[in-house]
Every structure is written in C-alpha cells, then in structure tokens.
C-alpha cells in the first residue's frame, strides 16, 4: 500500500523489461504480483510527474496485467470504455517513457487512440462504446473466418447507458464470440465476493462444466420440459449466488463476481474464458485507486492530478470557474424558485452541482452516464410545469441530440441546457472539445442560444433563458473567466439584444467591428485598442440581433466574427446569413475553430493553433485590412 506519490523514478526492472506485450506473456506466473506492484508504483509516479485521470488507471492495474497476459494482443482485440482507466494499459503496450508527458502537446493522449498504437483498437472518450465496438470486431471476425478474441471492459457507471443495454441485446441475439467484462468500482452492483461464489464462477468457466452442459443440452433438447426444467434449475442456482440473472437474459453466459485485485484469480478464470465460444459476461469488483491510501479513501478527488507547478511560478488565488458561477446561480435561483430541478448525467463534481445536491436532495437527479434519458426525463418534468435545468458538458450533449429536438424543441418545452465545457478543452483533447454545439443548436427551431462572454454574463444570461418560456441553451467554457465580480441578483437581459462594449473611431482609417460571441471578448477588446475597432458583445447567437448586425455591416468597412466553436455553421456563419438576406454588403473575416480536430495541447496552444489568440488575430486582421 502506498501513502506517497512518488518523486524519483522507482526501479522497476519487470516492468522495464516488457517493450510489447508478448514479453509479458513470457513472464512466470508466479511473477505477476511483483510485476503488478511496480506497475502501480510507475502509475503513481508518472501521473504525478504529468497530472492526468488517476484513480481509475489505479483500480485496474491486475486486470489489465491479466488481459494481456492471457490474450494475444494486439491480434486480439481489447476495447476500453471511457479511457480513464486505460493508462496502465499504455504502459504494458510500449509507451511507458512517454507516459510523464501524457496529455501534452509532444505525448501520448489521454484516451485510446487508434492512430497512436495498434493496441488501442477503439479511440473512446465518451462512455458506453465498448461492447459495441467489441461486437462489431467479433462479428467482423466471423465473417472472415478468423479466430481472434474481442473483449470489452466496461465500468459499472458506463454499463447504466442504453448504448451498452442495446449492444448487449444484439450480442446475445447473434450469439457472437466475445466478452464482456464489467469492472465493479463503485455501484456495488454485488457485494458476492466470497469464497462459495468463486468457488462457482471456477466451476462455470472450466471447460469440463461446458462441455458437460453442451453435452446434457443435445441430450435434454429431445425431451422439452426436461431440458426447460435443468436450464431453470442452472439460471435459479446461479442467482442465489451471483447477480447474473440479467446478463443472462440477455443470453450470455455470466460468470463472477471475483476480486479484481487478485491476479492468480483473474489469470484462471481469464483462462478459462479464452477457451468458450459465445456471449460470456464477467463480473468483476475493484476499487477505485486501489494501493494509493488517499485515493482509496476519496477516489472521486483523486479522479484525476493536476501537473505540479513549477517551482518558480508564483501562486495565485484561484478564481472562480463558470461551472462555480453556475453552481451558486442554481442554488440562488432554486431558493427563488421551488419549480427548478436539476439534472445532470454523472457530472456532479464536473459541472459543480455538488452544494444543489446536499441543499436540495428532492431536486435533483444524477440519472447516471444516459445523455438522452437526462433530456426526455427533462421534457417529462416540463410537461408537468416543473422547470428542469440540465447541466450537461458541450461534447456529452451531442449524444442527446435527438431527444433535444424531438422531445424538447418540437414541443417548445421549458428546459433550460447549461452546456459546460464549450469550446476548446485543452489536454483532454478532440473527444471532448465543446467545438460544435453553436453549429448543431442554432439549426433547432424555437431554441434560444446564449453565449455569455465573463461570469456576470454567465448569471445573466442563465435567469434570462430560466424565465424564457421554451427551450433555451447557455454555453460557457471550461476554467475561469477574466475574474468579474458577480452581483448576488437573479435580474434578466432583453432577449436577442447584444451590446457594445467599444465604439471605435471613425476617423481612424479603415473602420473595423468585432463581434464577439462569449469567451473571446477579452483577446477582442486588446485587438480593439490596437485598431481602435469597435466591439460588440453578441450575446445571443439565436434570436441574433439582425438590427445591430446591419448597423455595425452599415457604420464599418469590415465585420470580423469571433467565436470558439466551429467557423463551419457558427455564428459567424449567421451573421452572414443575416447579411445576405438584408441584401446588406460588407466584408465579413470569420474566426473561430478551422475545419479539423483539434488535437491535445494546452489550451493557449490550442488557440494560438486555431488563430484565436490575440497576437494571431490581430495580424489576421492587418492582413485582411492591407496594414
């Protein structure tokens, strides 16, 4: 157990010596344990020199020791959920030198990646894929005649999504070659872990049991009622002593609870396993930051590290983040308003819901990792006069999309969505940049779409789309604003009217506005002084206000549009749209996120990359103007 992260590289001399995983599987058994404690300990180690997701990579070190020592990776396919737990899994496979500079620029990403190493057979980032794409390797495998193994490890939080329960369905209806493999961290869907229960799933998963069933089946399928009658007797036998029952339904062949921490135990019964044909389902419990004493005790702090300072960087207060802004609005408005809900699909902690929760326990509702359940049991609130507030990240709403027009939009119910993490994220990279949800919200009729450009506006713009009577979206970005002071008051704004903050001289040349639509306003404000431009504060990007739109097209020689969302379909591309309707010409510069995935960095880097950084613009601006 350790207490300690530690600060020197430790000595690891099993773990240095597996370049791929075939050196792993050359290992003696008797070896695994050993190997198992250094790869923990190197886990600590590099996260601590790195920051990066932590206490789920800790949890799974022996079944991921286990799967790749059992299976033929990376001919045989291993598919991770989520990709929080899959940093052990980066080390065995060849990447362990790289590892201290996980999510930067120059390193390895923060999920599995395709492009980065054939033993990342799936790029994930959001949940719920797993078994899936592990279905559809199998059946692929099937059709061409191979003999490959495709394994799914999916967790207890990511198993609550329909995707999972549909992909499970059709397995089981193909009967596919594959295996699904539950990690048990915290639910608790099975305290079971015992010595008569793995005394079972020892049973259940030998070969001699399987052929002994196979073999009673052909006999007993002769005789109907027999074999319905041993097939009960199997299913009721198996639920007084495993949670199965429902895997079984599905018509896999379920096998477990057993510890996930003992390696002897995971390598048999994986072993086992290996050898069956069909859906197969195992259940097995961990812990979440298993070894590391302060993660054990609090898991969901040490989800993930920050990288440390450097030394010489002083320390700063720090300021609040929008989803703190958001945080105490929901409260304030909660208090005034006894209508409100709160709804959010497992983003407590991330979306800052966690004082909501504890103040108004009866008012909210975490419905677990099920996007399109949070938005429909939105609307369901709604249609009863309820006002439901769904705190939802950008890259996680695109998964409620249907269920956002058809059941909220179409029926101009009143939700409102308070979309974290719009815009560009930083290290966790392309699967969970908030890069499209202007594009795909302004399509949607009757939803009014607020960016709010510092955290006053934040406040403002979340009562003023409360008190909207219909649908209606407020995106702010991941981190802190420019540190404006909020003021305690729930007071709205006119719907679809911006503001100008500048009024740039006339006399100056060649006149320039900008129109800014939320977190870039402040890069806006520098360019401004520097071309003594005017800036307006759009506000809205849906109603956008047309007669500030034209007045601004009409008063200036070149309109330049600002947003930190795709420029395709954006909000530049409604100024435009608004333009050519008017029959009003003026030049128009469109700047925003360039038509590609933005890949992990920091996220000044990731600016400076997409030509949002003030520096950049400004000289984007010259250019166009011929200075």
Known sequence: MFTEIPGSRPVTPLLDAIQETADLRQLPAEKLKDLCRELREFLLYSVGQSGGHFAAGLGVVELT??????????????????GHQ?????????????????????????????????????????SSTSIAAALGMALAFRQQGQQRQAVAVIGDGAITAGMAFEALNHAGHEKADMLVILNDNDMSISNNVGALNRYFTRLWSSRTYSAIREGSKKVLEKIPAAWEFARRTEEHMKGMVAPGTLFEE????????????DINELVNTLGNLSKLRGPRFLHVVTRKGKGFTPAEDDPIRYHALK??????????????????????WL?????????????????REGSDLIRFSYEYPERYFDVAIAEQHAVTLAAGLACEGQKPVVAIYSTFLQRGYDQLIHDVALQNLDVLFAIDRAGLVGEDGPTHHGAYDLSYLRCIPNLVVMTPSDEQECRLLLSTGFHHQGPAAVRYPRGSGAGIETQPHLQTVELGKGVVRRVGNAAAGKRVALLVFGAPLNNAMDIAETLDATVADMRFVKPLDEALVQQLAHDHDLLVTLEENAVMGG?????????????????????????????????????????????????????????
């Open 307 to 328: 990288a440390p300072a450097p030394a010489s960087k002083p320390v700063v207060p720090a300021k609040p983040t929008y989803s703190n802004i958001f945080g105490e």
């Open 571 to 627: 909000a530049g591309s409604a100024v435009l749209e608004v333009l050519a309707l008017a029959g009003v010409a003026c030049p128009v510069m469109m700047a925003g996120i360039p038509d590609r995935f933005i890949e992990h960095a920091t996220p000044a880097r990731q600016w400076q990359d997409c030509g949002l950084d003030s520096g950049s613009l400004l000289t984007r601006i010259q250019q166009r103007l011929g200075l």
């Open 331 to 347: 409260c304030d408005m909660a208090a005034a308003d006894k209508r409100l809900v709160g709804i959010t699909p497992a983003m």
């Open 250 to 261: 599905f018509g896999f062949n379920y096998f477990g609870p057993i510890d996930g921490h």
């Open 65 to 82: 020791v286990a799967l790749h020592y059992v299976f033929n990776t990376p001919d045989d396919r291993l598919v991770w959920d989520v």
């Open 86 to 126: 899959a940093y052990p899994h980066k080390i065995l496979t060849g990447r362990r030198e790289q590892m201290t500079r996980i999510r930067r620029e120059d390193g390895p990403a923060a999920f599995p990646l395709r492009t980065e190493s054939p033993y990342d057979t799936f790029g994930v980032g959001h």
